[in-house]
C-alpha cells in the first residue's frame, strides 16, 4: 500500500496534484504515492483498489485550488455537498480512521470556514496546512517532504526477491553464478570455516 493518497478534483487542482506526484514518486517510490490516474492500471475497479489504497495510506494530502469549495455539478449543487462525492469521501473516510489530514493550499485558494463546508467535513479548517505557489514550487515542494518525512520514511521497507536477494555477508548472487575463492565465515547450516583450498582454482 501506498504511504501517501493525494486527494484532489481534477478541475480545480489536477496540474498541482501532478506536480505533488511527480515529486514525491521520485523521493519515496511511486509505490508508496497514491494518485487515481496514475497508479490504477486499465481494467482496474476503481471503487476497490481506491479505498484499499486510502486505508493503507499514512498521510491523506488534500489539494485545494481556488474552486475547490465552490466547483458544482450538472444540477448546480456544490459537489462538496454531496455525500457521494469522491473528494468528500476521502477525506471523511481518512478522518474515521485517523490517517492524518494535510490540507495543501494552491496560488488563490482561500482558507476554509467550518460554516461554509458541510457538517462531515467542519474539522478540515482546522488542519495545519502548507501551501504550494507556483512562483515557489521548488521551496513548497521541499518544505513538503521534509514533513512528509517525519511520518512516512521508513514504514515499508522495500525487501529483494528471489535471486537479486543479497547473501549475509553481503555477496549478491544471481542465477547459476558460482563463488570462487576464499569463503570465510558460516556455510548453510551454520558452522564457522576459513578460506577454501584451491584459492583462485576454477571451479
Known amino acids: 500500500m501506498a504511504d501517501v493518497f493525494v486527494n484532489y478534483r481534477t478541475d480545480d487542482a489536477g496540474y498541482a496534484a501532478g506536480l505533488v506526484y511527480e515529486r514525491l514518486r521520485a523521493e519515496f ?3 508508496n504515492v497514491f494518485r487515481d ?3 490504477m492500471h486499465a481494467g482496474a475497479d476503481f471503487p476497490d483498489e481506491l479505498w ?3 486505508r493503507g495510506s499514512a498521510v491523506l494530502l488534500v489539494v485545494i485550488g481556488p474552486d475547490w469549495l465552490t466547483l458544482e455539478d450538472a444540477t448546480g449543487r456544490r459537489r462538496i455537498d454531496d455525500p457521494n462525492d469522491f473528494v468528500r469521501r476521502e477525506i471523511v473516510e481518512a478522518v474515521d480512521r485517523s490517517i ?8 488563490g485558494a482561500k482558507p476554509l470556514v467550518a460554516s461554509d463546508l458541510p457538517d462531515a467535513l467542519t474539522t478540515l479548517p482546522d488542519r495545519q496546512f502548507v501551501t504550494l505557489r507556483s512562483r515557489h514550487d521548488g521551496a513548497d515542494l521541499d518544505y513538503l517532504v521534509k514533513e512528509l518525512r517525519l511520518f512516512v520514511s521508513g514504514r515499508k521497507r522495500r525487501e529483494p526477491k528471489g535471486n ?3 547473501s549475509r555477508g553481503g555477496v549478491r548472487i544471481k542465477g547459476d553464478a558460482k563463488v570462487i575463492g576464499p569463503v570465510i565465515g558460516g556455510d548453510v547450516y551454520g558452522n564457522v570455516r576459513g578460506p577454501r583450498a584451491g584459492f583462485g582454482d576454477a571451479q
Open 37 to 39: 490516474c496514475r497508479s
Open 29 to 31: 517510490g511511486a509505490e
Open 52 to 54: 484499499s489504497a486510502l
Open 164 to 166: 537479486d536477494a543479497p
Open 100 to 107: 492524518r489530514v494535510i490540507p495543501v493550499f494552491l496560488d
